[in-house]
Antibody, heavy 124, light 106 residues
Framework: QITLKESGPTLVKPTQTLTLTCTFSGFSLSTSGVGVGWIRQPPGKALEWLALIYWDDDKRYSPSLKSRLTVTKDTSKNQVVLTMTNVDPVDTATYYC????????????????WGRGTLVTVSS | DIQMTQSPSTLSASVGDRVTITCRASQSISSWLAWYQQKPGKAPKLLIYKASSLDSGVPSRFSGSGSGTQFTLTISSLQPDDFATYYCQQYNSYSTFGPGTKVDIK
């Protein structure tokens, strides 16, 4: 059974760096084709894909946020970490991590299993 | 970047109704489209991938169709558990979600 769980601060001040951890079980991020992505959702708004890391350490970022995001993995701990620099109140959202896998023939991905999400508020 | 739109933004329906939601891409995405269902306070749940493939365990009243730039999600007979918000997502190039369609009780 695959499970994912997000953890991190619930409140961050503007201009600070946000660090979120996704801890997962039921799969290995060293298995060929496997990926873990991050998606966020501001209150009452739509989903926005942020970043994804593959088993081979290939990393992809949303073009609009690329300069602020870093995603890393620790295969031995079954964790993926997302950092976002210089946060702003508009970054207030529920942040989800989700399981994905490489789809042959495309440079895109969908998410078949999601964590429950963690709400991060950016406020002074 | 590929942009996604959905219509309608809100849909009011009754139990037993046939419901159709439309999703459009700003350029061709072949069949690389997924649909998700999200209930308040919960994570999205994958319903359909590759435009028409039902994910494991998803009831057969859900179906997807389309290719290129226009896609539809159909619920053949709306059930009480189906009142939720539905999102489409293209994965032809990276990932973009649509703005969502809320299905509420008429």
């Amino acid at each position: 059974q695959i499970t994912l769980k997000e953890s991190g601060p619930t409140l961050v001040k503007p201009t600070q760096t946000l660090t979120l951890t996704c801890t997962f079980s039921g799969f290995s991020l060293s298995t060929s084709g496997v990926g873990v992505g991050w998606i966020r959702q501001p209150p009452g708004k739509a989903l926005e894909w942020l970043a994804l890391i593959y088993w081979d350490d290939d990393k992809r970022y949303s073009p609009s946020l690329k300069s602020r995001l870093t995603v890393t993995k620790d295969t031995s701990k079954n964790q993926v970490v997302l950092t976002m620099t210089n946060v702003d109140p508009v970054d207030t959202a529920t942040y989800y991590c989700a399981h994905s896998f490489m789809v042959r023939g495309v440079i895109g991905w969908y998410f078949d299993l999601w964590g429950r999400g963690t709400l991060v508020t950016v406020s002074s | 970047d590929i942009q996604m739109t959905q219509s309608p933004s809100t849909l009011s329906a009754s139990v037993g109704d046939r419901v159709t939601i439309t999703c459009r891409a700003s350029q061709s995405i072949s069949s690389w489209l997924a649909w998700y269902q999200q209930k308040p306070g919960k994570a999205p749940k994958l319903l359909i991938y590759k435009a028409s493939s039902l994910d494991s365990g998803v009831p057969s009243r859900f179906s997807g169709s389309g290719s290129g730039t226009q896609f539809t999600l159909t619920i053949s007979s709306l059930q009480p558990d189906d009142f939720a918000t539905y999102y489409c997502q293209q994965y032809n190039s990276y990932s973009t979600f649509g703005p969502g369609t809320k299905v509420d009780i008429k």
